[in-house]
């Protein structure tokens, strides 16, 4: 389905089906743009299409059949037809792109955003990759509010020098898990994934205290193996921890990680997994790692003190949140906390 706006020379399409997108010039236009991302992309939208409980949306912008905008987003409801009707929201990772920061471009792709996802979504939040301080008073004006977020991203020269910008405990830390005996692979079949993913199920489960994608999710990001890779952590034949990192242009990000800390003497696998992406991107021409967040500067974040210790740059890009509506926003803030502590 698609729907197409005139507005003099520009247009204005919402793509709800992949098939229909011009994908050659699509992917040229973002991978030009110096803000282009793996959440914007093609194979993000193709990838969420096929995951169940995930709806991608592509607004796009065009000016003489060329695109000059974008914003795609991902509408997540969750199984549970409690928690999927209370907590329907739409997600923008690293979004919108726009050729030359024209806000006039920006203005009309986000109204027309807005006017499709009314009835679909509880709430929009977009997650900034960028400095977005030039936007802040388009959003306000269209009702978004703005709270800020933090951010860790690494840049990536060499193995030897990223190395030396390591916190001299999680260098030693590095060390001594290679010394003893514990290893970085590339998963050999989906089994391996599915070690990893029972490790990651309950650390959310005991730790995050947040909803984790079902295994589909991680299969499917597996088998299309062009959107990124994962690293393990093996130690005595074991699959103790990893990453899962997309990849696009000079980037690597990570998306989701874990490990079991704690339990082997002088084997550190959050450590080796966070390691692993930085040192194949110094392998294979990347330019940055990037932890995608690293919580509220207002709120106490442990994981945010083990982030800091890689040797990255500290951002607040923040994010911009509208709420479509409030009583359903409310309830559902209540609600998922109340189902939330029956479960513990």
């Not at 994908?23 to 193709?46: D, E, I, M, T, V």
């Not at 490990?259 to 294979?284: C, F, H, Q, R």
Request: glycine share 8%; charged share 25%.
């Amino acid at each position: 389905m698609v729907d197409i706006v005139i507005d003099s020379d520009l247009q204005i399409k919402i793509i709800r089906d992949v098939r229909l997108l011009d994908k050659g010039s699509f992917n040229s236009f973002l991978r030009a743009h110096s803000n282009g991302n793996f959440f914007q992309s093609f194979g993000a939208f193709k990838f969420f299409e096929t995951v169940e409980g995930y709806t991608p949306l592509l607004v796009v912008a065009l000016q003489s059949n060329e695109y000059v905008g974008c914003l795609s987003a991902i509408i997540i409801r969750e199984r549970n037809k409690v928690k999927g009707y209370l907590s329907r929201r739409c997600i923008i990772y690293g979004g919108p792109i726009i050729k030359n920061d024209d806000h006039e471009i920006t203005q009309k792709i986000l109204q027309y955003f807005d006017r499709a996802l009314t009835k679909v979504a509880i709430y929009s939040e977009f997650r900034a990759f960028f400095d977005m301080d030039s936007y802040k008073t388009l959003f306000a004006n269209n009702d978004y509010y703005f709270e800020e977020h933090l951010n860790y991203i690494v840049p990536i020269t060499s193995v030897e020098e990223n190395k030396k910008l390591l916190n001299s405990s999680k260098r030693r830390q590095l060390n001594l898990s290679f010394k003893n005996g514990a290893k970085i692979i590339e998963p050999k079949d989906l089994s391996d994934i599915k070690s990893f993913y029972e490790i990651l199920k309950n650390l959310y489960k005991t730790k995050v205290k947040k909803p984790v994608p079902g295994f589909e999710f991680f299969e499917k990001f597996y088998n299309q193996n062009e959107l990124g890779k994962y690293f393990l952590i093996q130690y005595d034949g074991k699959i103790i921890g990893g990453i899962m990192c997309p990849i696009y242009n000079d980037k690597i990000y990570e998306w989701f990680v874990c490990g079991l800390d704690g339990e082997i003497k002088n084997v550190y696998p959050s450590v080796m997994a966070t390691w692993a992406p930085i040192e194949y991107g110094a392998n294979n021409g990347l330019k940055y790692f990037d932890f995608l967040g690293a919580g509220k500067p207002d709120v106490d974040y442990g994981v945010r003190d083990f982030k800091s210790k890689f040797g990255g740059q500290l951002v607040n890009y923040g994010r911009f949140i509208k709420v479509y509506n409030k009583t359903l926003y409310n309830l559902g803030k209540i609600g998922l906390e109340i189902i939330g502590k029956i479960k513990q």
